[in-house]
């Protein structure tokens, strides 16, 4: 089945943005710092001033996965995302999701902030679909995501089958 983005989405989602700079304009950006020796925080991993997580994270309550940490303007696209999954009768297939995690990318001090530092990234089933893997990621699960606009990991050239992302270029 081909799959095709929504041409028109509702009024209240954002556009998807490209790149770090459009990130940053559509979700907020933020003042971070690794952690100093001492500090009780696992290697990768940043602290993001609490200004910026006051201002822009929600804690939702959503379809199938519960409360989960989320960047407040992503939450009615992951509602319907998850509601189609649901409305699909494939809900038990979707056996864990993660999202909010200020860290690098791969949790490596040298490369880049993570979209999950946005809260705009979700890692699904991640024990059955590891990185550097094909994965095991129901076609389903993969077609609510990108119906909605999502980027899938598991079309890139290194691969990361978990990841969706609401970005792209990044």
């Known amino acids: 089945m081909a799959i ?14 490209n790149g770090r700079e459009e990130i940053e304009a559509m979700f907020g ?15 990768g991993f940043v602290l993001v001033e609490p200004e910026w997580k006051g201002d822009h994270l929600v804690t939702a ?4 996965v519960g409360k989960m940490t989320i960047h407040k303007k992503i939450e009615p696209i992951i509602i319907s ?4 999954i649901m409305d699909r009768g494939s809900a038990h297939l979707l056996k864990l999701m993660l999202c909010y995690c200020a860290r690098h990318k791969m949790c490596n ?5 993570s979209t999950h530092s946005w809260g705009i990234a ?3 089933n991640p024990n059955q679909n590891r990185v550097g893997t094909d994965g095991s990621m129901p076609q389903v699960i993969i077609d609510a995501f990108k119906e ?5 990991g598991g079309d890139w050239r ?7 992302q609401y970005a792209t270029g990044y």
Do not use: S
Request: positive net charge; charged residues 30%.
């Open 122 to 124: 979700f890692d699904v």
């Open 109 to 113: 001090p040298r490369r880049e902030l």
């Open 29 to 43: 950006k933020f003042r971070w710092r690794d952690p100093i020796p001492g500090e009780r925080i696992h290697k």
């Open 4 to 17: 095709t983005k929504i041409l028109t989405p509702r009024a209240d989602w954002p556009d998807v943005p």
């Open 148 to 152: 909605h606009n999502f980027e899938w």
């Open 158 to 164: 290194f691969r990361d089958p978990m990841h969706f």
């Open 81 to 84: 995302v998850l509601n189609q």
């Open 61 to 64: 309550t959503l379809p199938i």
